[in-house]
């Protein structure tokens, strides 16, 4: 018999004793997921990855532009006639046409899996590039649409505030830059930013209200029920707008069917409900903190004095979350948060004005510098995280008091549950300030170079990788303050992350070539500088106490791959051992550094472990025992390349990747290596 029909046969058999019932339901789901995720593997694999490949998407949201190219994300698409439930994201390295009523997106590129999940499609030229079909005219996602298209033509002349009235009222925060993310970030307010069940939560309470005061609550339950409906088909199925429309339209049927039950109640069977639909929640970010935020609320503020107690409670649930998913803290968030409430009400408010009359955009704009100034009153910054067990013992004790506890005595066991992650957290950070060996850390920063250098307490940061991944990563290793920071050359993948430690942490001196210093990347690094600097330039020798840095650069010019080319190299000593750190240096740079002795117990490949680099030459000259390539999960470029591992390999090279073995420390312990690797 088909296991599909024993469950539905144990489901219906079910349907009068309620664990049981939602046990079956939870089976049935997950035989239906792993039978659909079998079938997308099975479809993706008869895909070459050199090829290009069919694909059509819903047009869900708008073209946000990263630096140099162009994304737009979806949330399926279809590839060669075969269905994937998967996110898609798609690369342009040139700008899109604008997207009018159409309804899908066809374009032929090459699919590939992407670095954090989900697939990417990469797009080479504008003809294979092509908007088909047309938004209903009463589908929800049209009215959408329309009123993004109303706002367009002033986004020129005010861009920051069109990019807020798409974020606030429509859901579209693709045209949010990353400084408007940032400073709402450090303020611990940026749910506030972006459309989430605040705004559902606030339109809900109008509407019923509205209803109310005319004395029609039956009315009322309807409109609810019907607004959690339409709501995530216009602004779109995102998490944050199911999550508060399942919980709206759960109230509302209760009350239709004269069931009326707790708040919490419906806070279980909303998290229950939404785990039903999207199972892949249970470990989404989103998911917990806003479950997290809205349990506390109930089991803990609700029992103390208003409105501090629901603020205490809310940082007591919240704190621990954050500092494990994001390694930041924003203490005072909450209280932010009270303040500025009504002003994102009044944005929001004047963003829906705005799609008829464009006047309403400047007031956006003098609300939005008032939100900043607030933004700038919270305690922010970067921290270790809490151990995963310290979470999990917070979390069990926590669901047992609420379980087995009542009223005051419940909501005091609670909070100090919550409080054990966030004091595991202080002991590690404290227990992580300094080492006790010398220690070379490769960060598994995705693609990029992010090389941090400590004997003691004397940290060396070397390249920051892309974005600013780096910094919750060196919190979580208690690193507080960075001695010296070197930048082995300019492009993204490893000088943006130095522009955002230098704008956050203690950095002594930064260190850079004065050859190929230019670019966009370059001038972040001096804008955001709070040290000297020094100029590096072949021959130097930095020496921090027990570990001696010796640069070398090529100073010739280079008429192929200039910027790669002119790359820092570092051989450093510590420990009695030597790791040769390369940059991005190409096969030209290695020949005319060839003359120079480079012997090093570890090298960190060139360039991503790019065939352009790492000759044979090379490795004749420097003569490796292990060697590191770092590079991202499934990254666009393949590296590393082929070439290059059986080059390694041929000469007995042990190598590590932080593509496959997460972030690498190689400590010196004695005058030998030991290699410990995992996800940071």
Known sequence: MSPWLAIAGLLLAAIRIKPLFFTALGVLLALHLQSRTARERDAFAQIHPERFITVTAPLERDWAQREDSWVL???????????????????????????????????????????????????????????????????????????ANRLEPHARELPEEVALAHALVLGRGERLTESMRESFRRGGTYHLLVFSGLQIA??????AALLRVFHAPRASDWLLLTFAVLAPLFIGPTASVSRASAGIGLYALSRLLKRPTSIENLWCVAAIARLLLEPRDLTEASFHLTYAGAGALIFIGKRFRKPFGHLIAAETAIAPLTLFHFHQYALGGSLVTLAMSPLIFAMLALSALACAHPWFLRAIGWLHRLCVWLNRGGIAGVFAAPPVASLIAGGVLAILAVALLRERTRAVAVALALLIPTVAAMVRSFSRRSVDVPTVTFFDIGQGDAIVIRSGT???????????????????????????????????DHCEGLAAVLAQLDVGVIAVSPRRFHGECAA?????????????????????GDVQITAHVAEARFRRAPENNASVVLRVAAGGRTFLLTGDIEKEAELYLSDV???????????????????????DNVRPRMAVISCGRRNLFGHPHAEVLDALRERGVRTWRTDRDGTIDVEVRQGRLYVQTGLD
């Open 597 to 619: 002795d480079l012997r090093a117990d570890v090298l960190k490949a060139a360039h991503h472990g790019s065939r352009s680099s790492t000759s044979a030459g090379w490795l």
């Open 73 to 147: 994300r979806t949330s399926r698409f279809e590839a060669n006639g075969v269905a994937f439930e998967q996110p898609l994201a798609i690369y342009a390295r040139f700008a899109p046409p604008e997207i009018a009523m159409e309804s899908h997106l066809g374009a032929e590129g090459f699919l590939r899996e992407g670095e954090h999940g989900g697939y990417t499609l990469t797009l080479k030229s504008r003809e294979l590039l092509a908007y088909t079909g047309a938004l209903p005219r009463w589908h929800p996602a049209a009215w959408n649409r329309a009123l």
């Open 524 to 544: 972040a690094v001096l804008e955001a500088r709070r040290a000297p600097i020094r100029l590096v330039y072949d021959g130097d020798v930095l020496d921090l």
């Open 458 to 492: 004397k940290t060396i940061l070397v390249d920051g990788g892309r974005g600013g991944r780096i910094v919750p990563l060196l919190a979580n290793r208690g690193i507080r303050r960075v001695d010296m920071a070197i930048l082995s050359h300019a492009h993204p």
């Open 202 to 207: 606030l339109a809900a309470a109008l509407l």
